[in-house]
């Protein structure tokens, strides 16, 4: 369809919204020196140097994965499991939050892709599968079409529930925009999901349209403008003035035939009928010249082709609608106040000092889930015990089923009963028995990760508890010792 409205001579083109679309009618823009604006298009990938026609009228992911990322670090979350779909625009932002997470020492622990369209029964086994996994906390990023059965599945599967944190990027919000209202089964099945929205600068010029807007749509009254109506809006625009500007610089708009398609003469898709417009290259460069208060802001690109000012709304989902717990800009990272209040005065450490209001998480709660859980399947957690030959009243070897007894013992596992989720642990014996081993190589052995001798501490987070462990026997004995 895009080849056939091509033929017609056209001088720009409006869309594409998917960014998988984008690749391919970038190819045939480029070849017809044809601007191509896409006011939805947000695959990072869609980069400039590949593909010169290629205009994007919208944030690009490259920015909300950056948003994304600073969430995750300001709770201090180091792994998140990412759940897209796999097509351009799903490997490209998932590719682009991979980088994003980098620079602030975390990282994707797993990429659960999903093909485009999937069913049901695809997305439960894919979250059933991510849900034995230690990480708590799922980036989804996904079409609108399939996206809110993944929550409904989850759902299901007891995923939406205290522990899980679930951050969905801008295709939920736009879900939740079409609809005009927040439908009930949206909210149902999103409770306490933190999601992105481009952030749309208040203009006056929203307020004169918002009617209108209202007037030809029948879904009810809108209160703002969303971020695609918003960009969609202002893309018409971007056209029409670059259009008028390339005219009154002396331009005219011609076309002429291209030698390569000319050469493909016969093929049912008439490439041959497609003329390549002279001076597109003029046209591109008055569409990137822009610089025009729009619906969305202004419209002015930067010189690496992004819109000026990239920044988001993070909400949070909780009761029948959402509450906004802060922004995201390119400029100012996270704050609570509004962007365009911050770019014209100064960052100071007071003024950025909360970053983010409260949230609501899933089941309910306000505690900041932890992120993490030790895996169902997991292997067992290895305590290194260390078979002394003095002090046994501390430790010492037993017939019992852990093997082990004493007052550390039990203090253990007093502690480790107090865990708000099942911990399975296994008792390891160190040393001979005939001399006291050497904590230190104790300690060597659970760095080295040794695993077929006694001491296995395999995973990082155990190691902590093992820590732990070992200072309070320690602690012990110097009492002891001291006592007597
Ligand atoms: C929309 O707003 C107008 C004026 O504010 C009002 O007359 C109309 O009833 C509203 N429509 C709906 C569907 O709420
Ligand atoms: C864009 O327009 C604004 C106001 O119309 C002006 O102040 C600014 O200098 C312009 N920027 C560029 C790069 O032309
Ligand atoms: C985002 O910030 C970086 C670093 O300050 C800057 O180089 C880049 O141009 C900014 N991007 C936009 C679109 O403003
Ligand atoms: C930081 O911003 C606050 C609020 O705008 C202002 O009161 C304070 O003086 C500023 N501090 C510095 C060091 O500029």
């Known amino acids: 369809a895009a080849l056939q409205l091509l033929a017609k001579d056209v001088i720009a083109v409006l869309g594409p919204q998917s960014s998988a679309i984008a690749h391919i009618i970038s190819h045939a823009a480029n070849k017809l020196q044809v601007p191509l604006i896409s006011f939805a298009a947000s695959d990072p990938t869609l980069s400039s140097l590949e593909y010169p026609y290629f205009v994007r009228a919208t944030q690009s992911d490259y920015y909300q994965m950056s948003a994304v990322a600073s969430i995750i670090s300001q709770y201090q979350w180091r792994e998140v499991i990412a759940i897209y779909v796999d097509d351009?625009?799903?490997?490209?932002?998932?590719?682009?939050?991979?980088?994003?997470?980098?620079?602030?020492?975390?990282?994707i622990a797993y990429k659960a892709k999903l093909p485009p369209g999937a069913g049901r029964t695809a997305i439960q086994d894919m979250l059933m599968q991510v849900n034995e996994m230690e990480s708590r906390v799922y980036v989804v990023h996904v079409n609108p079409d399939s996206g809110m059965t993944v929550f409904s599945a989850a759902k299901s599967l007891g995923m939406m529930s205290s522990g899980y944190v679930w951050i969905a990027t801008d295709w939920l919000s736009a879900v939740i925009d079409s609809s005009g209202h927040v439908a009930s089964d949206a909210t149902e099945n999103t409770q306490g999901v933190i999601m992105l929205h481009q952030h749309v600068a208040d203009s006056g010029i929203q307020q004169s349209l918002l009617p209108k807007l209202n007037?030809?749509?029948?879904?009810?009254?809108?209160?703002?403008?969303?971020?695609?109506?918003?960009?969609a809006y202002d893309s018409v625009w971007l056209v029409a003035h670059a259009v008028e500007q390339f005219l009154s610089a002396g331009n005219a708009v011609s076309f002429s035939a291209n030698q390569n398609l000319q050469a493909i003469k016969g093929s049912s898709l008439q490439l041959d009928s497609l003329r390549v417009l002279n001076n597109g290259d003029k046209l591109l460069e008055k569409v990137l010249q822009a610089n025009f208060t729009g619906v969305s802001g202004q419209v002015q690109f930067t010189l690496d082709r992004n819109l000026i000012h990239p920044a988001y709304d993070i909400l949070n989902i909780g009761g029948t609608g959402f509450r906004t717990i802060g922004y995201w800009s390119n400029f100012s990272g996270l704050s609570v106040a509004a962007p365009e209040n911050l770019h014209s005065v100064p960052l100071n450490s007071t003024t950025n000092d909360i970053q983010l209001h409260s949230v609501i998480w899933p089941g309910q709660t306000a505690e900041k889930p932890r992120g993490w859980v030790f895996p169902y399947h997991g292997k067992l957690l290895r305590i290194g015990v260390p078979l002394r030959t003095s002090y046994n009243e501390f430790v010492m070897q037993d017939d019992g089923p852990d093997g082990v007894k004493g007052f550390s013992v039990d203090v253990f596992k007093s502690a480790i009963s107090l865990l708000p989720y099942p911990v399975g642990c296994t008792f390891v014996l160190f040393g001979d028995g005939l001399k006291n081993p050497s904590y230190s190589d104790l300690v060597q052995k659970v760095s080295e990760n040794v695993s077929n001798i006694s001491i296995s501490l395999s995973l990082k987070n155990y190691c902590t508890i093992f820590i732990k462990l070992d200072f309070i026997h320690f602690v012990l004995l110097f009492w002891y010792h001291s006592v007597l």
């Not at 799903?90 to 980088?99: F, K, N, P, Y």
């Open 88 to 107: 351009d625009y799903g490997r490209g932002g998932i590719t682009a939050l991979g980088d994003a997470l980098a620079k602030k020492m975390s990282k």
């Open 215 to 231: 007037s030809l749509t029948r879904k009810g009254n809108r209160s703002s403008f969303s971020s695609y109506t918003a960009h």
